[in-house]
């Protein structure tokens, strides 16, 4: 069964609301932050208004909180396919839970060690352990990318993992460019040579299935802003690195998992509606994801397999969305495509595209795509790296499009109407 556009837009209020408009917004700013689902707004306002209290009372209210919290983590648990909801660390988004735990991290390395970054990455997996590096006296090996196809060079990953370094940091997914990374490729590598790998997964948890039992990964984290929930972070850990780790927090917190981790008062409706997030991702997968249940359902069950077959009809979906992106920037006079344009090689890019328009300032399209009631980003995305390496930071980066599996083939075509008028 192929998505059904319309019942999808209508788990979105503010898709929902647009529908009344004689012009309604076009929301393909989605690699910065989806629209939120019904679903996990019910959560956030449903913590709110019944069951909001700190954590640990004697009392119904902060028990009924508590075991809200205790579902999100086992609903983060099953999206990731984790071995337990133990290793679930929820923070304020990425970047603040990656600058958190690269504290801890590095606590374990010495003078002379070795970390590598790559410059496809966003910057919240590259200053993080470069500070960290610069704390403890270890050195930096930065891996390129392909400038030509957006694809990091695997050569230069190779030539850096000779050092034996203690961690490597990598994306899924480029924020910038949409390549998809060869992450368990990366993992085999890094492991043969002794070193952690942590994976940023923020771009990549909207468009495909995760699984880090599977990939063999021993850090990995997501924001779900970007898969249709609230703004807050969510970070696997291995439970024997978790346990192992110096966690930073003061004194009265408690030294076991989850919690070790989760310093203060937690963001409880925030991770509420983490919770409503994942519940949307499995109503997608029960109600649109059937047909690909007959290889999943060898290695997952229950709301796992609800998840897994959620992230297969989403995929399906974006790819076709995919190439008409793809098509519509290729056909339009003045643009340049920055990343994968294969139209054979899509299914190594999610659907995120970065552009510069002949003779435009980013920004001055950006503005004009708004007037159109078009939203996208211009910029460097936090990916500050990837646009230096194009010589194109200067001259104030790039416009991105992200379409997700709310979007429709109709928006695209008025992408591509409005920049033909540029």
Known sequence: ???????????????????????????????????IAQFSLDRITGYLTRHN????????????????????????????????PEEIVFGNNMTTLTLYISRSIARTWNAGDEIVVTRLDHDANVSPWVLAAQDRGCSVRWVDFDVEDGTLNMESMRKALEGRPRLV?????????????????????????????????????????????KLGCDFLVSSSYKFFG????????????????????????????????????????????VLGAVEYLEWVGKTFGQEFSGELSKAYGGRRLYLKQAMAALHTYEMEINRAVLEALQETRGVHIYGLTDPQRLDERVPTFSFTVDGLHPRVVAEKLAEKNIYVWDGNYYALSVTERLGLEEHGGMVRVGPVHYNTLDEVARLQAALNGL
Do not use: C, W
């Open 169 to 213: 940091a990598v994306g899924y997914a480029s924020n910038a460019l949409g390549t998809i990374n060869p992450v368990d490729e990366i993992i085999k590598l890094a492991h043969a040579a002794g070193a952690l790998v942590y994976v940023d997964a923020v771009q990549y948890a909207a468009h495909g299935a995760i699984d880090v039992q």
């Open 53 to 84: 209290a700190n954590h640990g009372g004697a009392f119904l209210t902060s028990q009924q909180s508590d075991a809200v919290l205790d579902d999100a983590h086992a609903a983060m648990a099953d999206l990731y396919n984790a071995a337990r």
């Open 230 to 273: 609230p703004h807050a972070g969510i970070l696997y850990g291995r439970y024997q690195l978790l346990e192992e780790l110096f966690a930073y927090k003061v004194r009265p917190a408690p030294n076991t998992l989850p919690g070790k981790f989760e310093t203060g008062t937690q963001n409880h409706e925030g991770i509420a509606g």
């Open 1 to 35: 069964m192929s998505l059904d556009l319309n019942a999808i837009r209508g788990q979105f209020p503010v898709l929902r609301q647009q529908a009344e408009s004689d012009n309604p917004a076009v929301f393909f700013d989605n690699p910065g932050g989806t629209q």
